[in-house]
């Protein structure tokens, strides 16, 4: 959900204190509440401006997925439709945001318990910088945008900003489709003929529009269909 959305949860009511010997006190004290996003942001400012742009960033890619086109638009310019966004990255203090790739986002499990030094994370990861200019309208009903994003390992990745759909549903089918390839990884007739689900990452930005990764070399299975009928 929407980051606003969590804050609402959390502060709505009081926070339930339980006492020693069944006793029940609201709390409204302090900013924490004992949120742990709260408290973590209370110990660390720079965590409440990377939490801000973070927002930032989410509201200014939602309103690139619901910028409205005619049938006829095939192109539009990042940086004369929309200059927020532009300015948000280009800012010296704008807070270095990984770009939400699958290999960025992908846990690895220690191969031996307890392991004190195992980082489930890749370490060496891109964050946004910019974005290129000019955006490619697909010509579906939903009108979906392609953009280019600029990160600082010096390379230029695709994102698709679809609108209209919620891609809560694909996200929850991305780690549904990992979990079988941990599965076709231990057998040994599948790792022998390198069977997998080529999974891509999901990032829902609200209930109706958010981002995809853009995988290359790939056809829709609608144009391959298509040619083999025609």
Wanted: hydrophobic share 40%; proline share 7%.
């Amino acid at each position: 959900p929407p980051f606003a959305t969590i804050v609402i949860n959390f502060y709505r009511a009081p926070a339930r204190l339980f006492v020693t010997g069944g006793m029940e006190l609201p709390s409204a004290e302090g900013i924490t509440q004992g949120c742990p996003l709260a408290m973590a942001m209370s110990m660390d400012s720079s965590l409440a401006k990377l939490v801000k742009d973070f927002m930032e960033l989410a509201n200014r890619l939602i309103d690139v997925c619901n910028k409205q086109c005619s049938a006829m638009t095939v192109s539009l310019s990042m940086d004369k439709d929309f200059r927020s966004l532009v300015r948000l990255t280009s800012a010296k203090t704008f807070s270095p945001i990984i770009i939400p790739l699958q290999s960025a986002l992908s846990v690895s499990l220690p191969a031996d318990f307890p392991a004190k030094e195992h980082l489930p994370f890749p370490v060496n990861v891109a964050m946004i910088v910019s974005f290129q200019d000019r955006i490619e309208v697909w010509p579906s009903m939903q009108k979906p945008k392609k953009i280019w994003v600029k990160c600082s390992d010096g390379s230029t990745y695709e994102m698709l900003c679809k609108p209209k759909d919620d891609l809560r549903k694909d996200c929850r089918l991305m780690e549904f489709n990992a979990l079988i390839n941990k599965c076709l990884y231990k057998d040994a007739e599948s790792l022998k003929r390198h069977l997998h689900i080529r999974t891509y990452s999901v990032v829902p930005l609200n209930e109706e529009c958010g981002l995809l990764e853009w995988v290359r070399h790939t056809s829709g299975l609608r144009h391959i269909l298509n040619k083999i009928y025609r």
